[in-house]
């Protein structure tokens, strides 16, 4: 949410988790510009160029004049998640995205980090556009791919759907497994949210409404015996599904300069806004993983400065800051009604360049993290912000 829209003009969510957080406790009046190092993708008609390349909730980057391809061999690497094609508009957004150039040697490949679509039918769709755009796709799920609500009683339990999304991206040529691109090691890693994760102090102060309530994945997912979803089992599970993986990420991490891995979950609680600050101060409950961000660190270990980044999705908060030498990025598309209170749509720039021939060394504007880089967290803070407390006094 912008900071301009006042809160009693923001229409009631459909559902407590599409309640994210609004804008944060500074305004954003000094806007920053920043050089943008990825030139946009080769368009396929100049009617079809935006205006400006903009970053959600923050300014526009000055657009470069494109210079021709070069005759060397180039790499680049665009990141985006959260794409929920469910939503016409959302699948219009991919169907209109540039075609490539498929210049002397050049590559551009696509991170896609989860929640591609709720049904399987429309999930191909997605990502067979998408091959069609991209040299290379890279694929991790998230929680909505794996809802069985629409799919009719095809599945027996997520795990199948699993199962089913993995056999589709193989049929379209989409990577879920670790692969070098270029010089850059691009590692895909599975992973859940358990409770466990979050380790901030709970707001008590107002009636939060209970995760079943709030998280429709309780009742849009179906699971094993054996893997409860009230405790960290679930967790446990999706990340040992990246061990069939070990070998290849270190023929990966010795063939690669840099390296890029990514989930659709949070891997630290710090890439989230606090609990005072969030219309469902619940949230962190059903975001993260601590399997995740001990794997990805162990990963990442005696990478040089800069040489690490990590990308994930889930809570559609856009995010870019590095802690403890990672850089952490979320690139979400969203929801339609989401992009609508961002500045001039808020998908300009997606999907954001993170990569050509080298990390993109500039650490693009976003809201919440902009916040948490100039101010510390105070977890036991319990006191709601303004905007959440109306919020709270208005529907409950």
């Given at each position: 949410?912008?900071?301009?829209?006042?809160?009693?003009?923001?229409?009631?969510?459909?559902?407590?988790?599409?309640?994210?957080?609004?804008p944060?406790?500074?305004?954003?009046?000094?806007r920053?510009?920043?050089r943008?190092l990825?030139?946009?993708?080769?368009?396929?008609?100049?009617?079809?160029?935006?205006?400006?390349?903009?970053?959600?909730?923050?300014?526009?980057?000055?657009?470069?004049t494109?210079?021709?391809a070069?005759?060397?061999?180039?790499?680049?690497?665009?990141?985006v998640?959260?794409l929920?094609?469910?939503?016409?508009?959302?699948?219009?957004?991919?169907?209109?995205?540039?075609?490539g150039?498929?210049d002397?040697?050049?590559?551009?490949?696509l991170v896609v980090?989860?929640?591609v679509?709720?049904?399987?039918?429309n999930?191909?769709r997605?990502?067979?556009?998408?091959?069609?755009?991209f040299?290379?796709?890279f694929?991790?799920?998230?929680?909505?791919?794996?809802?069985?609500?629409?799919?009719g009683g095809r599945?027996?339990?997520s795990?199948e759907?699993?199962?089913?999304?993995?056999d589709a991206?193989?049929?379209?040529?989409?990577?879920t497994?670790?692969?070098?691109i270029?010089d850059?090691?691009?590692?895909p890693l599975?992973s859940?949210?358990?409770?466990?994760?979050?380790?901030?102090?709970?707001?008590?102060?107002?009636?939060?409404?209970?995760l079943e309530?709030a998280?429709?994945?309780?009742?849009?997912?179906q699971?094993?015996?054996?893997?409860g979803s009230d405790?960290e089992?679930?967790?446990?599970?999706?990340?040992?599904?990246?061990?069939?993986?070990?070998d290849?990420?270190?023929e990966?991490?010795?063939n690669s300069?840099?390296?890029l891995?990514?989930?659709?979950?949070?891997?630290?609680?710090?890439?989230?806004?606090?609990?005072?600050?969030?219309y469902?101060?619940?949230?962190?409950?059903?975001?993260?993983s601590?399997?995740l961000?001990?794997?990805?660190?162990?990963i990442h270990?005696?990478?040089?400065?800069?040489?690490?980044?990590?990308?994930?999705?889930h809570t559609?908060?856009?995010?870019?800051?590095?802690?403890?030498?990672i850089?952490?990025?979320q690139?979400?598309?969203?929801y339609?009604?989401?992009?609508?209170?961002?500045?001039?749509?808020?998908?300009g720039?997606?999907?954001?360049?993170?990569?050509?021939?080298?990390?993109?060394?500039?650490?693009?504007?976003a809201?919440?993290?902009d916040?948490?880089?100039k101010?510390?967290?105070?977890?036991e803070?319990?006191?709601?912000?303004?905007?959440v407390?109306?919020?709270?006094?208005k529907y409950y």
């Amino acid at each position: 949410m912008t900071p301009h829209l006042p809160v009693p003009s923001r229409p009631a969510p459909r559902h407590l988790l599409d309640a994210g957080a609004p804008p944060s406790p500074q305004q954003h009046h000094r806007r920053r510009r920043r050089r943008r190092l990825c030139p946009p993708r080769a368009r396929a008609s100049a009617a079809s160029s935006p205006s400006s390349s903009v970053r959600c909730c923050a300014a526009a980057a000055p657009q470069p004049t494109v210079a021709a391809a070069p005759a060397a061999t180039r790499t680049r690497v665009f990141v985006v998640s959260d794409l929920h094609t469910d939503y016409p508009e959302n699948m219009d957004w991919v169907r209109r995205l540039e075609v490539g150039a498929r210049d002397a040697g050049g590559v551009d490949a696509l991170v896609v980090a989860g929640d591609v679509a709720e049904t399987r039918d429309n999930f191909a769709r997605t990502m067979e556009a998408l091959r069609d755009r991209f040299e290379a796709v890279f694929y991790v799920p998230g929680n909505h791919d794996l809802w069985l609500r629409r799919e009719g009683g095809r599945y027996m339990d997520s795990l199948e759907k699993l199962t089913a999304l993995l056999d589709a991206c193989s049929e379209l040529g989409v990577d879920t497994g670790p692969r070098t691109i270029g010089d850059l090691g691009i590692i895909p890693l599975f992973s859940w949210y358990h409770k466990s994760f979050d380790k901030e102090k709970d707001v008590n102060s107002v009636r939060v409404p209970s995760l079943e309530m709030a998280c429709k994945d309780f009742h849009a997912c179906q699971w094993p015996s054996d893997l409860g979803s009230d405790d960290e089992a679930l967790a446990v599970y999706f990340d040992k599904l990246n061990d069939k993986n070990n070998d290849a990420i270190e023929e990966v991490k010795k063939n690669s300069k840099q390296i890029l891995t990514f989930s659709h979950f949070v891997p630290r609680q710090e890439l989230c806004p606090e609990k005072r600050m969030l219309y469902y101060p619940n949230l962190p409950k059903v975001i993260g993983s601590d399997f995740l961000e001990r794997r990805l660190r162990a990963i990442h270990s005696n990478r040089e400065d800069g040489a690490a980044c990590h990308v994930f999705g889930h809570t559609h908060f856009c995010w870019d800051s590095v802690v403890d030498e990672i850089r952490y990025i979320q690139a979400p598309l969203a929801y339609p009604r989401e992009r609508k209170r961002r500045m001039n749509g808020g998908e300009g720039w997606l999907p954001f360049c993170v990569y050509r021939d080298g990390f993109n060394p500039d650490i693009y504007p976003a809201i919440w993290s902009d916040y948490y880089n100039k101010n510390s967290r105070e977890p036991e803070n319990t006191q709601l912000a303004p905007w959440v407390a109306k919020y709270f006094r208005k529907y409950y």
